[in-house]
């Protein structure tokens, strides 16, 4: 069935109550949306379900089956989705030389495949209509290389760079992708990662640092978190807007990461479609690529080095990053 309304139809994963995704439910509901408000269990959301405003629906993002369930059922009902926001995620603490694989696994799982999974269901609709918007919230982590956080954050720089991607795979069809960039926001995020800690394997070699560990999932109870409603406001208002930025964020820390994004030369590879593609097969074939010997010999003398560099950059285009890297250093460490 096709709504008659204009109001958009906006699907969130991972609306449980206390998390973003339940505070985004419910700004984009005041903003007079038909919201598709999902989570695994249709109990953490209990206090949506008497509200005309919500379609409630269970939803776990690591399942095909669920996802295309979930996505038929909206489709059915409301005949399209606007506006699909790729909230749910898991935090994973734990130092990674000995962080079980399978708490990485299902790290990668919920907050890579989960979102992909959910664009792979949703686009062939929006694509259909040349119109929609994709939002997916990412993480400063991103660009705050912090110990014990170090899963979480390669998830979040996988999903930062997968949504940069698909901005400009999607433009084609009329699909607008933004880049939600929380930083310490309230939420049960904290709660959820203790509980995930609490169930792994006794540590061994970082047995010591287990206090400094656990405190890592103390990030966002202090009083300096953005509250969660406060971050939904300035996030849907970025989404609803007609040219919605490439990326959003309320948090003092989450503007300095967009400010660093906002200096890359995006603006070339925003060409017709298949010319961008195709410029981007050559990137490596021009002339003024580095030779792979000049590159192999500046290696190879900075590996023997008795103090070794954080980073080591040789060639062209990672002389922008080396001049930025010791930059961010310095203002944050
Ligand atoms: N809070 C921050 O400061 C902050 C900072 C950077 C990024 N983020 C990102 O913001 C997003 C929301 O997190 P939050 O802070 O609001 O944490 P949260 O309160 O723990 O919410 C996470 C939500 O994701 C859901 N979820 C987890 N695994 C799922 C799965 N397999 N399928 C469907 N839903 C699933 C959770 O459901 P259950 O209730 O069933 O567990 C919950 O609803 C996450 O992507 C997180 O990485 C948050």
């Given at each position: 069935m096709e709504?008659?309304?204009q109001?958009p139809?906006?699907?969130?994963t991972?609306?449980?109550?206390?998390?973003?995704?339940?505070?985004?439910?419910?700004?984009?509901?005041?903003?007079?949306?038909?919201?598709?408000?999902?989570?695994?269990?249709?109990?953490?959301?209990?206090?949506?379900?008497?509200d005309?405003?919500?379609f409630?629906?269970?939803?776990?993002v690591v399942?095909?089956?669920?996802?295309k369930?979930c996505?038929?059922?909206?489709?059915?009902k409301?005949?399209?989705?606007d506006?699909?926001?790729n909230?749910?995620?898991?935090h994973?603490?734990?130092?990674?030389?000995?962080?079980?694989l399978?708490?990485?696994e299902?790290?990668?799982?919920?907050n890579?495949?989960?979102?992909?999974?959910?664009v792979?269901?949703?686009v062939?609709?929006?694509?259909?209509?040349k119109?929609?918007?994709?939002?997916?919230?990412?993480s400063?982590?991103?660009?705050?290389?912090?110990?014990?956080?170090?899963?979480?954050?390669?998830?979040k720089?996988?999903?930062?760079?997968?949504?940069d991607?698909?901005?400009?795979?999607l433009?084609h069809?009329?699909?607008?992708?933004?880049?939600?960039?929380?930083g310490?926001?309230t939420?049960?995020?904290?709660?959820?990662a203790?509980?995930?800690y609490?169930?792994?394997?006794?540590l061994k070699?970082?047995?010591p640092?287990?206090e400094a560990?656990?405190?890592r999932?103390?990030?966002?109870?202090?009083s300096?978190t953005?509250?969660t409603?406060?971050?939904?406001?300035?996030?849907?208002?970025?989404?609803?807007?007609k040219?919605?930025p490439?990326?959003?964020?309320t948090s003092n820390?989450?503007?300095?990461?967009?400010?660093?994004?906002?200096i890359?030369?995006?603006w070339?590879?925003?060409k017709?479609f298949?010319?961008?593609?195709?410029?981007?097969?050559?990137f490596?074939?021009?002339s003024?690529?580095?030779?792979?010997?000049?590159?192999?010999?500046d290696?190879?003398?900075?590996?023997?080095?008795?103090n070794?560099p954080?980073?080591?950059?040789?060639?062209?285009?990672s002389?922008?990053?080396a001049?930025?890297?010791?930059?961010?250093?310095?203002?944050?460490?």
């Open positions: 709504l008659q309304d109001k139809v906006v699907l969130i991972g609306c449980s109550q206390g998390g973003i995704g339940h505070a985004l439910a419910l700004e984009f509901a005041k903003k007079g949306c038909h919201v598709v408000a999902t989570s695994r269990s249709k109990k953490t959301m209990k206090d949506l379900e008497n005309p405003r919500f409630l629906h269970e939803l776990d399942s095909d089956e669920s996802v369930n996505v038929e059922h909206v489709i059915e409301f005949g399209r989705i506006v699909l926001v909230n749910a995620g898991v994973s603490v734990g130092p990674l030389a000995e962080l079980p399978s708490a990485m299902k790290t990668f799982n919920t890579i495949y989960g979102p992909m999974r959910m792979q269901a949703v062939p609709h929006m694509a259909a209509r119109k929609g918007k994709i939002a997916n919230v990412g400063v982590s991103t660009t705050l290389p912090a110990p014990w956080a170090g899963v979480y954050a390669a998830s720089c996988a999903f930062h760079s997968l949504t991607t698909l901005r400009l795979e433009r069809f009329g699909i607008d992708v933004i880049n939600i960039v929380p310490d926001v939420s049960n995020i904290g709660n959820s203790i509980s995930n609490n169930q792994m394997p006794e070699l970082y047995k640092f287990e560990i656990k405190e999932t103390n990030l966002w109870k202090t300096k953005t509250p409603e406060v971050f939904a406001m300035d996030t849907v208002a970025a989404v609803m807007k040219n919605p490439a990326w959003s964020t820390i989450g503007k300095f990461t967009i400010s660093n994004y906002n890359m030369p995006e070339n590879l925003y017709s298949e010319e961008a593609i195709k410029e981007r097969a050559k490596n074939q021009t003024k690529s580095t030779p792979t010997e000049v590159f192999a010999k290696t190879m003398a900075t590996v023997m080095k008795n070794l954080a980073w080591f950059f040789s060639g062209r285009y002389s922008i990053a001049i930025l890297y010791p930059f961010l250093l310095k203002i944050l460490f």
